[in-house]
């Protein structure tokens, strides 16, 4: 995992992104239909990460979404209107695990689910070779969403598992 400064409009530097494989054209994108992931809550596991969000000014919860590349991921978070990047390789990622209450899933439609439960989120780690452990946590309207986005990529669905607690 490579932690950047993206550019004022939330790229990462044409350099690095040229490293993991570059971004998909506005044909290949449509084709897949998005490579942006819902947006969630960044909690901890990059230690200069979790510097920049003890760093920003402001209490706003950082949060982090993610962006299929060719070669990789790009995580691009925000906090306060502060942005940061962390590119992923695909062969450097060894698992994705979302993971979401079995009260949720009970009774078979998880919005109604939801209503019933107190639980509001699902939790995504993201491990890597170098034992970097990326953890966020999911709103439950995204968990859904969520899993569908790791799932559409075919190097990334041999590494997700969603597992039910």
Known sequence: MQVCELEPQGSAPWELLR???GQFGLIEKIKMGGV???K?????????????????????IPHLNFELLKN???ARINKTQYLK?????YDEITSINLSI??????????????????????LLVIESLHSEILTCEVSTQAYI???????????????????IL
């Open 72 to 74: 990789g991921l790009l």
């Open 19 to 21: 490293k993991y494989g």
């Open 101 to 122: 209450s079995e009260k949720l899933l009970n009774q078979g439609n998880i919005f109604e689910e939801l209503e019933k439960t107190n639980i509001k989120s699902a």
């Open 40 to 60: 969630i809550k960044y909690i901890s596991g990059l230690s200069k990460v979790d510097k920049f969000v003890e760093e920003t000014a402001g209490s706003d």
């Open 85 to 89: 990047g962390v590119l992923i390789a």
């Open 145 to 163: 969403n969520l899993k569908k986005y790791f799932q559409k990529n075919k190097i990334l669905q041999n590494k997700f598992f969603s597992e």
């Open 36 to 38: 942006g992931s819902p």
